[in-house]
């Protein structure tokens, strides 16, 4: 660390101090008691209505309605304020609104500064009233020391191309490209297999209306396939990024398919193949060729080889020399796109071998695979496994989920899936509603921590599955049940469990077939989150930026997420978040231009001195640079700020040994003034605290 | 040890009643709102012994026969699973396993079939009473002239032991299914303090429950609360319960005290206790049923078969009682009271043979019951936390 210089005198943020003389407007809202019921806001109105440059101080009831805006409209315009301090709800929430109201006097937009006394006090200080007045008057003191600071800024506006990638082709990404294509964007959609559809595509029917799968998922395929907007590139993966919001040059790789076209004959062609692999459309349970469609009706129509399995052997282009070429290689070409859409969707947790028995009995399956058994089982007679009539089935809820360090094995990056992946209840009664509907005579047994149907008509499939007959057992998580070998020898096998319902008895469902209701992990993207540089959360899926607030958007402007990427979802909330991340794209993109917040760093290049340390310390590469200018005959470096990839972090301004740098709208002048308000002895606050 | 679950066990107490209790989600609901259930044992712990099949844990358990069926559970389950009508079915289904022959569980679950069989069994005993007719005398009614006294006597005294016999059979396995239950660590009187003397728990199931209705009275329905107490639920059984021991004891001070079929004046002690006693019996049974058919409260909304063979029995009985008091006492002889002497009975045999084997068993097995909850002092006992692991 190069050692500080003295502090100087005078700070030199001083120098940039506007020119005319402060007159603050300060607004103190109600929210409709939310902060008055606590806060004496009349009370704080009137200290503050007497501090030096304060020429009006007001309260309202809401002053995000119109009434409350008008006011503030016309005291700017009548007053000739030329700074606002509103202290209301959290900035996150009307922070724009007001940004709008004072832009509409004819006000700089950043003349006004937001301070949240409800999250920040109200909300947190309501059995001390006394005291949370106080706690306003301070903070909102604070907030016109920062004022009688704030400069004009504009927004940063950059070129946006009308373009949009969407990574993946499940019914998220599908659904997405879809919606931005109809806004009259043009969409790249990327899907790494060489078919479209996804995880939905192995699905037989879906909750909650019992709709069937394919047709549905066929029918959104059609309408991206054929949109003009949409170009589709199966087969292929992002390999690098550069660039920002509204211009990322994404360098995509396919791979070659292999077959052209719809092939005639290419069934003669996958049956000469040699090569025989365990079939992922079927979750292994059945195998299929190198050279393969997905399944029957698949998109597109069009088989693909294998290459990871292909032993080049050639028998196939033996049978079609015209379509099949076994050339895997093809060449590497760059995009520029305004916006991506992560639609990576998740990958099915696989049980650890031994897991209830999992991969030890075959009669242990995950629910995936037991709804691909269903769906390629006849309705006549007994339901076979394993050469045994089905007469008795065991579902065991929350396998790889809600799972509690030190009982359950960790996954090979040593964290626990403790979260709930949310689908797999209903999932599962969904499943067993079928198998009583098409096997009534088989025994359903149901063991579960917890029973989350939580969605629009999901309960009813827990009540019909306990009309029905499905016997329901509870376990504890420190106590799940163990899948052993029926001792008997009437059953293949049999569940013990310590229930929970039965007063912790330890029960023995006799089990022809037992079910692992596995949750979702995020699909493998490592490789796409170090490209992309987004951030995982602690359960690995990718995380946005508020959870509440800005539910879709990453840390990244202009990479938004979409469906089971972003955390477990089913089909309707994965559709409601991809056409969320659509209309996000949209927005950015739609004017052609990207306006961004101007808080970002800015290099007072009278201080710098082109140490570099500021360079050293940025975290966002290309945010900050050094660049060679000419001053005074002397060559010299510069700091310089891409303001586009710049995020404001602040860290280059503790960085610089010279303080030449600050971040717009928050000054280290702003924050100095800010600390030195809380800390003043106001005589009518001194009263309020006594 | 563990239990090896059984799905068989709750679709066949459906037959006996338990109308929706497949919808029971195990919340508990109707053990907490219950006014009885002094260790949370019911009503959810015997529906879970239905649900996993514990067959031997369902019919060990007294505390099937602790529950007078106020409704309130089957108020205020949130997934209208009737777990009142499930306690009420559950009881019949241990009746039926208490009795050996088979013929209870044949009546609860076919309703024909328990129609069918008590309009034979009043036949064959009206075909078997007129056998000893005596020939009949229409100057005046001499009923006893018609029927020696002594043939109903005697067949009374011998079917009174087939079913004393018959009842001991039943006494003996539900003792011994209670016993059984102990196995489950959920048996309350395993966990109790040391039992009570055996004087005192008797004392206390006659005096204060049989007696007393004190659990009954406390069970008391929100509709009951609106009511008259002569209107109540336990105010009603009462009378039919005292009709009943007035009858039987002035049945037995006749047998006792009366020359055989000698005429008495209505003030004669036993024949004015047997009249009273009547009296109280068609009240109990005529509200009851009044009750049953109007469907206004929760406990009678469902009517079982089972429950109103015995009422329609018993009132039949008083009812045809009272019309033969009222043709000995008329002038001139009302000569139509010789069928009904036959029929009533006839019907008063039917009832008897009727006691191990329908709901009337009640009387032996809800007293029996209460009597093992005495000995296991079950008040005593601190709630059994729920979910607690056995281990």
Known sequence: ?690 | MSTRVDTSLLSEIKQYGAIDIEACFNCGNCTAVCPLTGDASFPRRMIRYAQIGAKDALIGSKELWLCYYCGECSKTCPRQAEPGEFMAAARRYALAEYDFTGIAKAMFTIPWFNVLLNLLLVSFFAVFLLAFNQGTAFDKLALWEFLPEVVVQISGIVLFAIVALAMMVGIARMTRSIANAAHLPISASARGERGQAWCKAAWLTVWQQVLGHKDYREDECEEDRSKPWFLRKWFRHATIMFGFIGLFGATALDFLFKPLGAWVPLYYPARLLGTLSGVLLMYGTTLAMMIRFRKQDRYAAQSHVSDWLLLVLIWSVGFSGFLLEIAAYSRPPATWAYPLLILHVALVMDLLVMLPLSKFAHIVYRPLAIYHQKRGNVESIETIPMGAAST
């Not at chain 1, 006090?121 to 903070?139: F, N, Q, Y």
């Not at chain 1, 496994?385 to 008795?392: D, F, I, K, L």
């Not at chain 1, 306990?466 to 049940?481: C, M």
């Open chain 1, 1 to 690: 660390m190069p050692e500080k210089k003295p502090k100087p005198e005078t700070p030199a943020t001083f120098a940039r101090l506007p020119k005319e003389a402060p007159r603050l407007g300060v607004y103190i809202c109600y929210c409709g008691g939310n902060i008055s019921d606590v806060v004496d806001c009349e009370r704080v109105a009137k200290v503050l209505g007497e501090q030096p440059d304060v020429i009006v101080a007001r309260t309202n009831m809401s002053m995000c309605s119109d009434a409350g805006q008008a006011m503030i409209e016309e005291d700017i315009r009548e007053h000739k304020l030329n700074r606002v301090v509103i202290g209301a709800c959290s900035p996150f929430l009307h922070e724009q609104t007001f940004r709008g109201t004072v832009s509409r006097a004819g006000l700089n937009p950043y003349y006004y500064h937001h301070v949240g006394i409800r999250e920040q006090d109200s909300w947190v200080t309501h059995d001390d009233p006394e005291g949370a007045t106080a706690k306003a008057i301070r903070l909102m003191n604070a907030g016109l020391a920062k004022a009688r600071h704030l400069e004009p800024l504009e927004p940063i506006r950059l070129e946006a191309k009308k373009h949009a990638l969407v990574i993946g082709g499940g019914v998220a990404g599908l659904r997405a490209a879809l919606d931005i294509a109809e806004r009259g964007l043009k969409v790249t959609l990327i899907e790494k297999t060489p078919f479209l559809g996804g995880h939905m595509a192995q699905l037989e029917s879906v909750f909650p209306t019992d709709e069937e799968a394919r047709p549905a998922l066929h029918e959104l395929i059609e309408k991206v396939v054929h949109h003009p907007k949409v170009t589709i590139y199966t087969s292929t993966v992002i390999v690098a990024t550069k660039g920002c919001v509204g211009d990322f040059q994404v360098q995509l790789r396919p791979v070659a398919r292999g077959v052209r076209g719809v092939a005639p004959g290419i069934q003669a062609a996958i049956e000469a193949c040699p090569v025989e692999v365990p079939d992922e459309f079927n979750y292994g349970l059945t195998r299929r060729k190198a050279i393969y469609f997905r399944y029957p009706g698949c998109h597109p129509p069009t088989a693909a080889i294998d290459w990871e399995h292909c032993t080049l052997c050639g028998e196939c282009a033996k049978v079609n020399p015209k379509d099949i070429r076994l050339e895997r290689e093809m060449t590497t070409f760059q995009i520029t796109v305004g916006a991506i859409v992560i639609a990576t969707g998740f990958q099915p947790y696989e049980p650890r071998p031994g897991e209830y028995g999992y991969g030890e009995y075959p009669e242990v399956v995950t629910l995936p695979q037991f709804i691909r058994i269903m769906a390629m089982a006849e309705d006549a007679g007994e339901l076979m496994w394993n050469g045994h009539p089905v007469r008795q089935v065991a579902m065991i809820h929350c396998v790889g989920s809600r799972q509690v360090p030190g009982v359950h094995e960790p996954q090979p990056d040593g964290k626990v899936n403790d979260y709930c992946s949310r689908v797999c209840c209903t999932a599962t009664l969904q499943a067993t509603a079928d198998l009583r509907r098409r096997f009534p005579q088989i025994r359903i047994f149901d063991l579960y921590e917890d029973i989350r149907t939580y969605g629009r008509g999901h309960e009813e499939y827990y009540r019909q599955a306990s009309l029905s007959g499905v016997r329901f057992l509870r376990f504890h998580t420190e106590q799940g049940p163990v899948v052993i070998a029926d001792p008997t020898g009437e059953h293949p096998l049999v569940v013990k469990v310590n229930d929970y319902l039965t007063w912790g008895e330890e029960l023995e469902v006799p089990a022809d077939l037992v079910v692992l209701a596995v949750g979702m992990m995020p699909g493998p993207i490592e490789d796409l989150i170090d490209v992309l540089k987004l951030s995982p959360g602690n359960d690995r899926f990718l995380l946005e930026v508020h959870p509440k607030l800005r539910p879709v958007e990453t840390a990244v402007t202009g990479i938004v997420l979409a469906g089971t990427a972003q955390s477990p979802m089913n089909i309707q909330e994965s559709c409601a978040a991809a056409e969320a991340a659509a209309s996000k794209v949209a927005g950015l993109l739609s004017q052609g231009l990207v306006e961004l917040e101007p808080f970002v760093a800015h290099v007072d290049l009278g201080r710098c001195t082109g140490t570099g340390a500021c360079v050293d310390a940025c975290q966002y590469e290309g945010a900050i640079q050094l660049e060679t200018r000419v001053i005074d005959g002397k060559e010299v470096q510069r700091a310089v700020i891409s303001p586009a990839i710049c995020v404001g972090c602040g860290v280059c301004v503790s960085a610089c040994p010279n303080r030449a740098i600050d971040v717009q709208g928050w000054t280290l002048a702003q924050y100095e003034a800010m600390v030195a308000a809380i800390a003043a002895e106001i005589p009518a606050l001194v009263e309020v605290e006594a």
